[in-house]
Each structure stands twice: as C-alpha cells, then as structure tokens.
C-alpha cells in the first residue's frame, strides 16, 4: 500500500504523537509513506500517481485528476469540509472518500468564548493601553478607559445548530446567557428545540456566533441588511467559514457604529492577499484569528486518531466516516 499526504504541514505535526500513524497496517500489510508539506495545483498529479491512498486537507481533487488514477482505493480529507474533493466523480469510479468528524468541538467552542470574552472585557484595548504607558499615568490604581460588559443575561443565538452549536449552547448557559437558535438554513425539521426566524434572531440577540458550514443558503447571509437589524450592541462571531458574513458590509457596518463589534477565524478567501479589506488597520473593534480555532493539539490528535481508525477499516466491509 502506497500512501501520500499532500499537506502534511497543515496538521502543524510537531507536537503530534505520530508513530502509530505511520506503524498503522491495513489487514497486516504495511503502508509506505510519503509527506509532502504542501502542494500546489501543478504538483497535484503527479504526487497522486500511483498512490493506493490519499490524504489531503485542502488540496483540490477535481473529476479529471481522479479519472487519471483510478488506482486509488481512499481519500481521506483531514477535516470535516468535503468541497475540495468530487464526491461524485470518486463514487462512479469506486473510490472511497472519508472525512474527520467531531474532532474539534471543544477547541473551536473555547476559541468562540476566548473571543467573546476578550471583546466584553476590552482586552485588546487595555492590553495596548497598559503597553502603551496610560496604567502607568493614571491618576489612580486603575484604568478604566473602556467599557466592560458582562455576558450573563444578554441573548446568545446560533446559527448552525450542529455538534459545535449544541456545545456553544451548553457554555452559554452555563455563563448565565439565555439562548436561542436560529431556523435550519437547509430547512430541516428540529422538534426538539423552538427555532427563530433570522429576522427574529437579528433584532433580538446580542450576540450572534456563527457555525454553518458554507452553502448556497448560507453564503453572504449576514449582510447589509442583517447588520440593520441588529441592535448597536450587538457582537457577531464567525467561527464557521468565510462568506457567510459579507466582509464588505461587515466593515461598513463597524465603521458605522451599526453593531458593537466582530470577531472572525475565517475569511473568503485563505490566507488572504496583504492587501485584503478585512486586514485595514481603521476597521474598529474587529478581531481576526487566521483560521486556528479548530487547532488545538488535542483536536488535531484526535484527527490522527481518526485516520488510524479509516486506514484500518479499509480491510472492512464498511469504511470509517465514507462520505461517498
């Protein structure tokens, strides 16, 4: 068996426990292994010939290339998003595809709350102030230049009501926020919970934490006029994907004082140019992450835990996590 990981660098690996990865067998035939830290579109085919196994986060396998190697037997994405593979193309060609699922729950849920607390308590803002010497020239012990909120008693609302949405619900509760849950993008029934209209959750929440996957019903679903909706004090997190939240009107909507602030892990388009709008330095009360929340170590562990777990099942009748 002949194995290749196209990105291999994007699992930040160093600090991983990768032994029984690479010891891994399949029905007691070993795996030969070969890493590439990156890969670019030229490159793609010719890593991917011959190779019995692959395994890509974010490199692109279109119909043509998976036409051309019809040896394959697995993809395995390392992430949960499967829109950078042909789904369709590998079914008709009998190549099995899988995901990792529900490996970073808890690393993406404590990033939500890392960075609602830190834009209610100010603390870019004081941590600059202090760096620049306003605690040292303040007339007494403290300084209290900005204003501090408490989350307890404002209204939470999600959109995205998944495994990382149920979870978001659960520590909003636990912080004192009343909840509410956004109507299924997709249209899905959920009789288990009392759904709001969006419009609904745009008038009445003060914040607002996103974790839809991107779709044709999600993409640019804040925008203009969601922000005109929203109260003044309002907060917007997007720790779902890029071009969920229209960045243009997200930066007019700022600039405007039309909600309080935003806090973002992606953008539409990653990494972004240097000359990306969202990267200005006028854009107030805006904090951006370059896509970690998913990344802790223990979530990506439990990714390469995962793998093992799909690497082996190919000697099964029935693949761990097949998407196809």
Known sequence: MHATILDYQSLCPD????????????????????CYDSTQPEQTAARVSKQDI?????VVLDADLLAANTQLKLIIILATGTNNVDLTAARAMGIAVANIVAYSTESVVQQTFAMLLSLKSQLPAYTAAVSQGKWSRSDFFGLLDYQINEVAGETLAIIGYGTIGRRVKQVAEALGMQVIIAESLSGEADHSNKRVPLDQIYRQADVISIHSPLSDQSKNLIDARAFALMKSSAIVLNLGRGGIVNESDLISALKQGDIAAAATDVLSQEPPAANHPMLADD?????????TAWASRQARQQLIEQVIEILQSLANPTIVNQVN
């Open 54 to 58: 692959i395994l890509t986060n974010k």
């Open 283 to 291: 854009i107030p009360n805006l904090m951006i992450t370059p896509h």
């Open 15 to 34: 600090d991983l426990a990768l032994d029984a990865l690479f010891d891994c067998q399949i029905g007691g035939q070993r795996i030969n292994w070969t």
